[in-house]
């Protein structure tokens, strides 16, 4: 760890003007700190700041203040009870005392556990552009099989924004040009040729709250997240879905995946192939080769590739079951 | 009191210390003006170092040293081919020279008054590296030398695997595995004057005392080595490793005390772990599933700079009988640190491939598993010529229980066959054995007039519950109550005790502790007859003339022998009237050397493991886990059941998670950390149960007591490979067991 300055923000205007790098849980910052992959001169430290309520919205909506702990936000009674899929993402996740650290807006912004973007001494583009991946040769097993590049295939862990990307939640931030909301479809970026570059973020803007919209009566949804071990993982493969029917046909559908790609991973591919057809195994099966049909495997992670597909079928027959 | 102690599930002395947070670890000492030392360890595999400059991490504020090869004090080798207790970690001490044989090799240690100065520090010095290619692969070694280091023949195997009827001819692989205890290896050492003090996390302080002694050249009556409480060692902390030098040599440099700590990434490294092993295994055998013929072939990689041997062989030529055997062993030197023992050396590597080979020809003789290791039991140790008797084995009996308990004889073989709900249940068994050792020990029992007692021995307790065993053993002789026993361990300068390793340790020490309760509690009662105005005192009584009547000693009372306790006088009294402290005896036992040429020693068990396999989504759990043991007399079921069912916990792990992850590139091992390395979460552990069939082996102590620390991980591996199979058809001889290599196997499809 090198020497950083810290210091305290009491307004949010303040912490714009401060311009450094935020702290909330400091469960991904302090430890990438700790590895000197993150050396930033001036630490502030928002936790101070009134952002920790989750409110719900005149038009039936949620809104997330950034510094709600991903525990309080996954035992949130609303949480619970209509935005299932958050909650399962949430408690998925790390394990109980990170969540009791990690925020709303941390989660979104963690970075990637790829092993070599975590070691500064391994060419890392996403680190240090231009050095070159160690993972396109290394041992690539947790990497990306959508969204990667010749540049960078490091997967974005979080299962939250898996879950809030098929939620369709909204990020709202305030920078130094003001205020922006951002919908989460188009906060993340694909690394590309600049993986340094993962979201529309720019320097001193923060992220206030995030905001869900109101689910249609009848939604339903569910979190399936597929790892080696029970509990304590990222994911290899994960899969949010929420999902409307009428009379057997499949009315709406948000799908998204987790533990695959390069950013928390929508797949229109999928709900177009769901979305006005019957809620049959064969509508499924059909979804996940849509879904999985730009997948590229890299040495190691080619299992990904049918793991995520058996994920998104079973999702779909958890959700649509009963209804 | 009645003996009933021994074998009661005792709750351990020293829990309520370390759950409330007391108990000191060696990073806990706190020593005043301590200073901190933080490593530079090599990025590369293979090389030397070609310049190393300090200058700007010099000149970081509060730096004291910066220690390397150009500028260290000289280390020297222990005497460890020449002398018992003298065993390191790895021979070559650190800073030695410029040469670098692993990554993640100390090449500094930068010494600070802060911790964060420290760690600052050691990322400001910069190291100019001459790399030379790593090897962390078999594929990339070179050929391994003939002849091979360990082997062993009886009949003709060869000839006998050629001409049996049904042939198992399969390769099988461990990869590396990392201890990871939660307490990280540290070390703080304070010098006074010429006397060096290490608090240690080590699980042989004598061991570690004499090793100390002779790679920083100084007597070894200057060292003493303090190590009361262990975070958990599982072999890795037996002996010595280079920390501790750096540690010792820093505290000298800076005229203060130093504290390192290992760093989570280093403990992949610098303090050994559990070597891969490749294993070839042929078997040959009848129609009717008698073996004849048994053939194994390891590979195991060492460090460059010291050679470890991980006996896989051993087991194979006692645990069946089969007429005809050959193992052989060969050692290969890769660019990785000097691997150690971990939990069960050498019998966990081999049962994995020997287990797995007997249940796949169970497979093709389409015969029960169980049947199949019942038809070749050994009734003799066949390893030797002639055979000899085991000085007590009941492992019919264990795989009699556990097959009752498991219920068995439901399973049915095809595989997939057996269903719960939606899910593939697999079940799946093994053998488990572990020799039994015993070594020599030497303990201190005080008895003191306030009627407490102490008992004490530089042997320690890694967490298995020693220092419970050494408190029910005075408490069974004596009848004093266990919370008014102290029991004082991890200390080099007590008298000698055993390393905790090998599971040895119990059976060593209670012989001694037996003995030398026994003395103290001789010296009180002849007090008690010696001392006027002792009720025990003859003049008081005017008794006839003769021998004094006999005293005993019960619930902490002298009494005459043939009358109730109650008659009698608190010991403390006796000790208090004669104007005395306390009386204590002092005992060394060791075992018979008649008993160890006569008989063969083991443990044996039966393990069991269910397995849950979702094809849908290709999620495999282990669902249900049994283990049953003959180890003799259990000193204390809750202690004993602990040990059991933790290593059966460790064993998910090597059988499903665990692999640490070399990066052949430069030899890192890449998954370095408690996320990354994957062993089992409590989310992991299914219902699991162990049962102990309690036949006392007399020949080894005259508790009838043998070691349980290791035997339980013994057969976990192929008993959960054997059921993933069984609900899979997939066949995992490498570990551990991957979902790709499920789904790549599997014909089940989404369910
Ligand atoms: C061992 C381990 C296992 C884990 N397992 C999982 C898992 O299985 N699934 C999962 O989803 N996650 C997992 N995580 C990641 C964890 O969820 C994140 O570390 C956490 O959510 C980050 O939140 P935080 O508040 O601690 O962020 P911080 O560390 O405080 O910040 C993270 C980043 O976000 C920035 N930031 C924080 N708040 C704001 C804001 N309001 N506006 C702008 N920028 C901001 C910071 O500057 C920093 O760059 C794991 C983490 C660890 C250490």
Same mark, same amino acid.
């Given at each position: 760890?090198?020497?950083?300055?810290?210091?305290?923000?009491?307004?949010?205007?303040?912490?714009?003007?401060?311009?450094?790098?935020?702290?909330?849980?400091?469960?991904?910052?302090?430890?990438?700190?700790?590895?000197?992959?993150?050396?930033?001169?001036?630490?502030?430290?928002?936790?101070?700041?009134?952002?920790?309520?989750?409110?719900?919205?005149?038009?039936?909506?949620?809104?997330?203040?950034?510094?709600?702990?991903?525990?309080?936000?996954?035992?949130?009674?609303?949480?619970?009870?209509?935005?299932?899929?958050?909650?399962?993402?949430?408690?998925?996740?790390?394990?109980?005392?990170?969540?009791?650290?990690?925020?709303?807006?941390?989660?979104?912004?963690?970075?990637?556990?790829?092993?070599?973007?975590?070691?500064?001494?391994?060419?890392?583009?996403?680190?240090?552009?231009?050095?070159?991946?160690?993972?396109?040769?290394?041992?690539?097993?947790?990497?990306?099989?959508?969204?990667?590049?010749?540049?960078?295939?490091?997967?974005?862990?979080?299962?939250?924004?898996?879950?809030?990307?098929?939620?369709?939640?909204?990020?709202?931030?305030?920078?130094?040009?003001?205020?922006?909301?951002?919908?989460?479809?188009?906060?993340?970026?694909?690394?590309?040729?600049?993986?340094?570059?993962?979201?529309?973020?720019?320097?001193?803007?923060?992220?206030?709250?995030?905001?869900?919209?109101?689910?249609?009566?009848?939604?339903?949804?569910?979190?399936?997240?597929?790892?080696?071990?029970?509990?304590?993982?990222?994911?290899?493969?994960?899969?949010?879905?929420?999902?409307?029917?009428?009379?057997?046909?499949?009315?709406?559908?948000?799908?998204?995946?987790?533990?695959?790609?390069?950013?928390?991973?929508?797949?229109?591919?999928?709900?177009?192939?769901?979305?006005?057809?019957?809620?049959?195994?064969?509508?499924?099966?059909?979804?996940?080769?849509?879904?999985?049909?730009?997948?590229?495997?890299?040495?190691?992670?080619?299992?990904?590739?049918?793991?995520?597909?058996?994920?998104?079928?079973?999702?779909?027959?958890?959700?649509?079951?009963?209804? | 009191?009645?003996?009933?102690?021994?074998?009661?599930?005792?709750?351990?002395?020293?829990?309520?210390?370390?759950?409330?947070?007391?108990?000191?670890?060696?990073?806990?000492?706190?020593?005043?003006?301590?200073?901190?030392?933080?490593?530079?360890?090599?990025?590369?595999?293979?090389?030397?170092?070609?310049?190393?400059?300090?200058?700007?991490?010099?000149?970081?504020?509060?730096?004291?040293?910066?220690?390397?090869?150009?500028?260290?004090?000289?280390? @020297?080798?222990?005497?460890?081919?020449?002398?018992?207790?003298?065993?390191?970690?790895?021979?070559?001490?650190?800073?030695?020279?410029?040469?670098?044989?692993?990554?993640?090799?100390?090449?500094?240690?930068?010494?600070?008054?802060? @911790?964060?100065?420290?760690?600052?520090?050691?990322?400001?010095?910069?190291?100019?590296?001459?790399?030379?290619?790593?090897?962390?692969?078999?594929?990339?070694?070179?050929?391994?030398?003939?002849?091979?280091?360990?082997?062993?023949?009886?009949?003709?195997?060869?000839?006998?695997?050629?001409?049996?009827?049904?042939?198992?001819?399969?390769?099988?692989?461990?990869?590396?595995?990392?201890?990871?205890?939660?307490?990280?290896?540290?070390?703080?050492?304070?010098?006074?004057?010429?006397?060096?003090?290490?608090?240690?996390?080590?699980?042989?302080?004598?061991?570690?005392?004499?090793?100390?002694?002779?790679?920083?050249?100084?007597?070894?009556?200057?060292?003493?080595?303090?190590?009361?409480?262990?975070?958990?060692?599982?072999?890795?902390?037996?002996?010595?490793?280079?920390?501790?030098?750096?540690?010792?040599?820093?505290?000298?440099?800076?005229?203060?005390?130093?504290?390192?700590?290992?760093?989570?990434?280093?403990?992949?490294?610098?303090?050994?772990?559990?070597?891969?092993?490749?294993?070839?295994?042929?078997?040959?055998?009848?129609?009717?599933?008698?073996?004849?013929?048994?053939?194994?072939?390891?590979?195991?990689?060492?460090?460059?700079?010291?050679?470890?041997?991980?006996?896989?062989?051993?087991?194979?030529?006692?645990?069946?009988?089969?007429?005809?055997?050959?193992?052989?062993?060969?050692?290969?030197?890769?660019?990785?640190?000097?691997?150690?023992?971990?939990?069960?050396?050498?019998?966990?590597?081999?049962?994995?491939?020997?287990?797995?080979?007997?249940?796949?020809?169970?497979?093709?003789?389409?015969?029960?598993?169980?049947?199949?290791?019942?038809?070749?039991?050994?009734?003799?140790?066949?390893?030797?010529?002639?055979?000899?008797?085991?000085?007590?084995?009941?492992?019919?009996?264990?795989?009699?229980?556990?097959?009752?308990?498991?219920?068995?004889?439901?399973?049915?073989?095809?595989?997939?066959?057996?269903?719960?709900?939606?899910?593939?249940?697999?079940?799946?068994?093994?053998?488990?054995?572990?020799?039994?050792?015993?070594?020599?020990?030497?303990?201190?029992?005080?008895?003191?007039?306030?009627?407490?007692?102490?008992?004490?021995?530089?042997?320690?307790?890694?967490?298995?519950?020693?220092?419970?065993? @050494?408190?029910?053993?005075?408490?069974?002789?004596?009848?004093?109550?266990?919370?008014?026993?102290?029991?004082?361990?991890?200390?080099?300068?007590?008298?000698?005790?055993?390393?905790?390793?090998?599971?040895?340790?119990?059976?060593?020490?209670?012989?001694?502790?037996?003995?030398?309760?026994?003395?103290?509690?001789?010296?009180?009662?002849?007090?008690?007859?010696?001392?006027?105005?002792?009720?025990?005192?003859?003049?008081?009584?005017?008794?006839?003339?003769?021998?004094?009547?006999?005293?005993?000693?019960?619930?902490?009372?002298?009494?005459?022998?043939?009358?109730?306790?109650?008659?009698?006088?608190?010991?403390?009294?006796?000790?208090?009237?004669?104007?005395?402290?306390?009386?204590?005896?002092?005992?060394?036992?060791?075992?018979?050397?008649?008993?160890?040429?006569?008989?063969?020693?083991?443990?044996?068990?039966?393990? @069991?493991?269910?397995?849950?396999?979702?094809?849908?989504?290709?999620?495999?759990?282990?669902?249900?886990?049994?283990?049953?043991?003959?180890?003799?007399?259990?000193?204390?079921?809750?202690?004993?059941?602990?040990?059991?069912?933790?290593?059966?916990?460790?064993?998910?792990?090597?059988?499903?998670?665990?692999?640490?992850?070399?990066?052949?590139?430069?030899?890192?091992?890449?998954?370095?950390?408690?996320?990354?390395?994957?062993?089992?979460?409590?989310?992991?552990?299914?219902?699991?149960?162990?049962?102990?069939?309690?036949?006392?082996?007399?020949?080894?102590?005259?508790?009838?007591?043998?070691?349980?620390?290791?035997?339980?991980?013994?057969?976990?591996?192929?008993?959960?490979?054997?059921?993933?199979?069984?609900?899979?058809?997939?066949?995992?001889?490498?570990?551990?067991?991957?979902?790709?290599?499920?789904?790549?196997?599997?014909?089940?499809?989404?369910?």
């Amino acid at each position: 760890m090198q020497v950083f300055r810290y210091s305290q923000a009491r307004t949010v205007e303040g912490a714009v003007r401060a311009n450094g790098t935020f702290l909330a849980g400091g469960t991904t910052l302090v430890d990438l700190m700790k590895l000197n992959v993150l050396q930033p001169p001036a630490v502030i430290d928002i936790n101070g700041l009134p952002l920790d309520r989750v409110e719900s919205l005149p038009n039936g909506g949620l809104r997330i203040g950034a510094l709600v702990r991903n525990s309080d936000l996954a035992w949130n009674e609303t949480v619970k009870e209509k935005y299932t899929v958050l909650s399962e993402a949430l408690l998925s996740g790390a394990s109980p005392q990170l969540r009791n650290m990690a925020t709303t807006g941390g989660n979104l912004l963690q970075k990637t556990r790829c092993y070599y973007y975590r070691d500064t001494n391994y060419a890392c583009n996403k680190r240090q552009p231009g050095a070159g991946c160690s993972a396109l040769d290394g041992f690539n097993r947790i990497h990306a099989v959508l969204g990667g590049s010749d540049h960078c295939v490091a997967t974005h862990p979080s299962d939250m924004a898996v879950a809030m990307m098929a939620l369709e939640a909204t990020v709202h931030t305030q920078g130094p040009k003001g205020e922006r909301s951002i919908p989460l479809d188009e906060f993340y970026l694909v690394p590309g040729d600049t993986p340094e570059k993962e979201n529309v973020l720019v320097p001193g803007e923060i992220i206030t709250h995030v905001t869900l919209p109101p689910l249609a009566a009848g939604t339903r949804s569910h979190y399936l997240k597929l790892r080696d071990r029970a509990q304590y993982e990222f994911a290899l493969a994960s899969v949010a879905v929420v999902i409307q029917i009428s009379g057997g046909n499949i009315t709406r559908a948000r799908v998204a995946f987790g533990g695959v790609a390069t950013k928390p991973w929508r797949s229109r591919e999928a709900e177009r192939a769901l979305e006005g057809h019957a809620a049959t195994t064969e509508t499924f099966s059909r979804a996940s080769d849509a879904a999985m049909a730009g997948a590229k495997p890299l040495q190691y992670n080619g299992f990904k590739i049918e793991l995520a597909k058996r994920a998104l079928v079973r999702t779909l027959e958890t959700t649509t079951q009963t209804a | 009191m009645s003996t009933s102690i021994i074998g009661a599930p005792v709750t351990r002395v020293d829990g309520r210390a370390k759950v409330t947070g007391a108990a000191q670890y060696a990073v806990d000492h706190s020593p005043s003006n301590v200073a901190f030392g933080y490593p530079v360890w090599s990025t590369i595999g293979n090389g030397r170092i070609a310049n190393i400059d300090t200058s700007a991490a010099e000149r970081m504020p509060g730096v004291l040293a910066v220690l390397h090869h150009g500028n260290a004090d000289p280390l @020297f080798r222990p005497a460890e081919r020449f002398e018992p207790y003298s065993r390191a970690g790895e021979v070559r001490p650190p800073f030695e020279d410029d040469q670098v044989y692993y990554y993640g090799q100390y090449v500094a240690l930068v010494v600070a008054n802060t @911790f964060e100065q420290a760690q600052a520090a050691a990322s400001a010095v910069r190291v100019e590296y001459q790399p030379r290619p790593s090897v962390v692969t078999l594929a990339a070694a070179p050929a391994p030398q003939q002849p091979p280091l360990l082997h062993y023949l009886r009949g003709n195997a060869v000839q006998a695997f050629d001409r049996a009827p049904v042939r198992i001819d399969q390769t099988y692989e461990i990869p590396t595995e990392t201890h990871n205890p939660m307490e990280l290896h540290a070390t703080t050492a304070v010098w006074d004057g010429d006397r060096l003090t290490l608090y240690e996390s080590s699980q042989g302080v004598v061991n570690h005392q004499h090793v100390m002694s002779e790679m920083m050249g100084i007597p070894v009556d200057r060292v003493t080595v303090l190590s009361p409480y262990i975070g958990s060692g599982f072999g890795g902390k037996l002996f010595p490793w280079p920390h501790s030098m750096l540690a010792a040599m820093a505290a000298r440099r800076v005229q203060r005390p130093v504290k390192v700590q290992v760093p989570r990434d280093l403990m992949f490294t610098t303090v050994g772990h559990r070597p891969l092993t490749h294993q070839h295994v042929r078997i040959g055998a009848t129609q009717d599933g008698k073996l004849l013929s048994i053939e194994h072939d390891v590979q195991q990689p060492t460090s460059l700079v010291d050679t470890f041997v991980e006996n896989c062989i051993g087991v194979t030529s006692m645990l069946y009988s089969c007429p005809n055997v050959g193992t052989q062993q060969q050692l290969i030197p890769m660019n990785i640190g000097t691997p150690t023992p971990m939990r069960g050396p050498g019998i966990v590597s081999g049962l994995f491939p020997l287990e797995s080979a007997l249940d796949e020809l169970a497979v093709q003789l389409k015969m029960d598993p169980l049947d199949l290791r019942l038809k070749n039991y050994a009734e003799q140790d066949e390893s030797y010529d002639p055979p000899r008797p085991f000085s007590s084995k009941r492992l019919r009996e264990c795989y009699q229980a556990g097959a009752e308990k498991w219920g068995w004889s439901r399973r049915t073989p095809q595989v997939g066959s057996m269903r719960r709900g939606n899910e593939i249940v697999g079940w799946g068994m093994a053998t488990a054995t572990w020799h039994a050792g015993r070594g020599s020990a030497t303990v201190r029992v005080r008895l003191n007039a306030d009627g407490t007692a102490r008992a004490s021995c530089a042997t320690q307790d890694i967490g298995t519950g020693t220092y419970t065993v @050494f408190a029910q053993v005075v408490a069974e002789k004596t009848g004093i109550p266990i919370d008014k026993i102290e029991v004082v361990l991890g200390d080099s300068s007590l008298p000698d005790g055993p390393t905790s390793g090998g599971s040895t340790a119990t059976a060593t020490v209670l012989p001694a502790v037996d003995q030398a309760t026994q003395g103290a509690i001789g010296r009180v009662i002849a007090v008690a007859q010696q001392t006027p105005g002792s009720p025990f005192y003859p003049g008081d009584h005017a008794q006839t003339a003769g021998d004094p009547p006999k005293l005993a000693m019960t619930a902490g009372r002298i009494h005459l022998a043939d009358r109730p306790p109650e008659s009698g006088v608190p010991f403390g009294e006796i000790i208090a009237g004669a104007r005395l402290a306390a009386l204590d005896a002092e005992a060394r036992t060791a075992p018979d050397p008649r008993d160890e040429h006569r008989y063969s020693s083991h443990s044996f068990g039966a393990q @069991f493991i269910e397995v849950t396999w979702d094809p849908g989504i290709a999620r495999l759990r282990v669902s249900r886990g049994l283990t049953v043991i003959d180890a003799g007399r259990i000193i204390n079921q809750k202690t004993g059941r602990n040990q059991i069912l933790g290593a059966v916990v460790m064993g998910i792990g090597m059988g499903i998670f665990e692999e640490t992850l070399y990066d052949p590139r430069n030899a890192k091992p890449l998954n370095n950390n408690y996320s990354d390395y994957l062993v089992a979460t409590n989310a992991d552990v299914p219902d699991l149960d162990c049962i102990f069939v309690e036949y006392p082996d007399l020949h080894l102590n005259e508790y009838g007591a043998r070691g349980i620390g290791e035997i339980g991980l013994a057969g976990v591996a192929p008993a959960l490979t054997a059921a993933v199979y069984h609900a899979t058809g997939v066949r995992v001889r490498r570990l551990p067991v991957r979902v790709e290599n499920l789904m790549a196997g599997s014909q089940q499809k989404i369910a």
